[in-house]
């Protein structure tokens, strides 16, 4: 939690950067308000602050009407110092308590019941049944003021199996109805919805585009020049549901989802798992000051990680990135998505990711790599088949997966904020180039970035592509600087 002349501080002058950081309190109003909120301020002895959205309305405050504190951005996950409390976090945006009890989550985390009530009473100040409820009820919220949907659907695609528990639950945290909050009629639910989704600005829009632009895959993923796309199943270890979704921006603080969702529940799971992959709720204002005595004016601003969805699916990247360029990994995992993809209902032109049954099932042979290849694949398949949600590590274990593959997996398809490849030989390439050695420890817990730094320094820029275009750019010479190599 900020300090209460920090608060005080932002909430005078309105700033921007410490928008969704912590939120106000009116005593005479019984309101909690964003830092950024236009109404007039109150005088300091009549406020309170509060590190979340959540123990503002365990104090008995409802959220503003006026600057809606559900459309802040999200409060960053490494603000919680504990890696169980920053993964539990991750766990409940997914929907880790809305088909299970607390004490499932704690056995998912590895700790005790008792400990995991601690964590969330210490850095949040309620349990983890409360946050995780008042998130759905400010999911719901997003829903109903941002789109048409009726409200029987929004209470189930934000968690709850009734709608009279939806509305119990509404007026008793929020304070309100939801009939009070939808401002537009109902219509008819449709499998393509838009919504907004808010961050702390700076966002490097362009050179994400450049990074995936030289990865997509086709059928798969589709870019413009402002927008990326991409299918997706969920849940994450098969692909029975399906969808798609695109992502453009929309203003200087918030990105345009549409996003193809045709089932009727599962709905904010899924947005939270975009939000991961996009890393929006990274504070890039505090990274980058620890990064910038490392890169100066060199440091390229609002480079979040690049995401994918899926650990999985990180990982097959990586093995078939293995001691190739960018451009001949992308060529083998085209391959193997065009012979092995599902296509998404309702769009035959739209492929998925294969998914580790899939890849058992098959022989490869479309695939041109060495057969030493194919069995890692196979071992990988196994495993994440055996056990979805064993931890990456594990897999150092299997011949042929060495600790870069599994450091690439973690930091694209988990986001962790906090991974240095120094097996990379474009890393090296950059580091040999410095006058001054780095220890990485300096860089900690933000070493990603760090990472991501150093080979947007590598790569010249690239051209975006047209309007018109819904294709990738493959850059041969970007490609070959961006060789990696497994030490394992």
């Not at 409802?62 to 504190?69: A, D, H, K, T, V």
């Not at 838009?194 to 993923?221: H, I, K, T, V």
């Not at 980058?288 to 650990?311: A, C, H, N």
Request: hydrophobic share 40%; aromatic share 8%.
């Amino acid at each position: 939690m900020l300090s209460v002349q920090q608060c005080q501080q932002a909430r005078l002058s309105r700033d921007k950067r410490f928008d969704g950081l912590f939120y106000i309190a009116v005593l005479s109003t019984g309101i909690y308000c964003r830092p950024v909120c236009p109404a007039r301020l109150p005088a300091e002895a009549g406020v309170r602050y509060y590190a979340s959205q959540s123990a503002a309305a365990a104090a008995g405050y409802r959220p503003c009407l006026r600057c809606r504190p559900d459309s802040a951005p999200g409060s960053p996950a490494w603000q919680g110092s504990n890696a169980s409390f920053v993964r539990a976090l991750r766990l409940i945006a997914e929907g880790a308590l809305i088909d299970a009890d607390q004490a499932a989550l704690a056995s998912r985390l590895g700790i005790s019941e008792r400990y995991l009530r601690k964590l969330f009473a210490r850095e949040l100040g309620v349990s983890p049944k409360q946050y995780a409820l008042y998130q759905q009820l400010l999911f719901a919220k997003t829903l109903l003021h941002q789109t048409a949907l009726p409200v029987a659907d929004v209470a189930l695609q934000a968690g709850f199996h009734s709608v009279r528990r939806f509305n119990d639950a509404f007026v008793k945290q929020l304070k309100l109805t939801p009939s009070q909050i939808r401002r537009q009629p109902e219509l008819k639910s449709s499998p393509m919805l838009s919504l907004n989704l808010p961050y702390r600005p700076p966002l490097n829009w362009a050179l994400l585009l450049q990074f995936w632009q030289l990865r997509s895959l086709d059928g798969m993923e589709w870019l413009t020049a402002q927008s990326y796309g991409r299918t997706f199943c969920w849940p994450l270890d098969n692909n029975e549901r399906s969808g798609w979704f695109s992502v453009q921006p929309a203003s200087e603080n918030s990105l345009q989802l549409s996003l193809y969702w045709p089932y009727p529940d599962g709905l904010s799971a899924v947005v939270a798992h975009i939000r991961r992959l996009l890393d929006l709720d990274a504070d890039l204002l505090t990274i980058e000051q620890q990064l910038k005595p490392l890169f100066g004016d060199k440091l390229q601003s609002g480079i979040r990680i690049p995401g994918l969805w899926s650990v999985w699916e990180a990982a097959v990247r990586a093995v078939l990135g293995q001691q190739v360029s960018v451009a001949g990994a992308r060529t083998q995992l085209n391959r193997l998505v065009q012979a092995l993809g599902s296509e998404v209902p309702g769009d035959a032109t739209k492929k998925l990711f294969p998914t580790p049954k899939q890849l058992l099932d098959s022989d490869l042979q479309m695939i041109k790599v060495p057969e030493a290849r194919r069995n890692t694949l196979w071992a990988l398949a196994k495993a994440v088949a055996d056990n979805p949600a064993a931890d990456p590590d594990s897999w150092l274990a299997l011949k042929g997966i060495g600790p870069w593959t599994v450091a690439y997996s973690k930091m694209r398809g988990l986001s962790d904020t906090d991974i240095w490849l120094a097996g990379d030989l474009g890393i090296q390439k950059a580091l040999a180039e410095r006058d001054e050695p780095v220890d990485p420890a300096t860089l900690s817990p933000w070493r990603s970035y760090a990472t991501l730094q150093l080979w947007f320094g590598l790569a010249p820029a690239t051209k975006p592509a047209k309007a018109s275009e819904t294709t990738s750019i493959a850059g041969s010479k970007v490609a070959k600087r961006t060789t990696t190599r497994n030490k394992s």
